[in-house]
């Protein structure tokens, strides 16, 4: 079992509610820092106040994309994730085109994930499947798609569809990932229902090397998160 000082250097600890102040973020830093989390993820709005309070901290700020229907266009989360990697952000979790994956067309998904990728190469960029709304074969698809168009990082979910992470997605995920081999290491973020720490050590077991979660200052205190990302 890894202990708390170990288990917050999983954590992207996280705010996306629409309803976060300056003042939620300013502690959301706070925290990050206190407690050594790996990232903060935020809304694009807080990606520049985020940066200038963690400068120097080692903490890294991620950011969303197309979050949380992936329904935008693919020049359009070009653009947004360019913006706020120019804000500031090191990392950016982007939605795929959740509609194109439920109709099969895994051309139109790899295009989208690869418009994002060409326009920030040199950051950190997960790409979220939505698990929730997928069956198995689409999320074998859906992570197929994303280590082809070069995605650092396959995510579960936005934490705002109608389910979150589960250790058997997260070894689904981890089994194609090992079966592409790809050229370069795709890891896995399991985030949406990591709130206590039997959740984040079964998601580790599966092959999780990142927790988003809006619960990691309780997680590293051995508490029950409340109800949230």
């Not at 989390?37 to 694009?44: D, I, K, M, Q, T």
């Not at 903490?59 to 500031?88: H, I, M, N, W, Y």
Request: with cysteine; hydrophobic share 45%; aromatic share 4%.
């Amino acid at each position: 079992m890894l202990g708390s000082v170990e288990l917050a250097r999983y954590i992207d600890h996280t705010l996306l509610k629409a309803t976060a102040t300056s003042a939620d973020i300013g502690q959301l830093c706070q925290e990050a820092q206190q407690h050594h989390f790996y990232a903060v993820c935020v809304n694009p709005a807080f990606i520049a106040q985020c940066a200038a309070q963690l400068a120097g901290s080692g903490v890294k700020v991620a950011t969303v994309c197309g979050f949380p229907l992936g329904a935008l266009t693919s020049d359009q989360k070009a653009l947004e994730a360019r913006l706020s990697t120019e804000a500031g952000a090191d990392e950016i979790d982007m939605v795929i085109h959740i509609g194109a994956a439920l109709a099969g067309d895994w051309d139109t998904v790899e295009q989208d994930i690869r418009a994002v990728r060409k326009a920030v190469p040199e950051h950190v960029l997960k790409v979220i499947i939505e698990t929730c709304y997928l069956s198995d074969d689409q999320k074998r698809r859906a992570t197929q798609a994303a280590v082809r168009a070069g995605a650092d990082f396959v995510k579960t979910s936005t934490g705002f569809g109608t389910g979150g992470a589960t250790p058997e997605d997260v070894q689904l995920m981890a089994g194609v990932i090992a079966e592409m081999k790809p050229e370069r290491p795709v890891q896995i973020k399991a985030a949406g229902g990591v709130r206590s720490v039997a959740d984040a050590q079964a998601m580790i077991a599966a092959g999780a090397t990142r927790l988003g979660t809006s619960g990691g200052v309780a997680l590293v205190s051995g508490e029950q998160a409340q109800q949230g990302y």
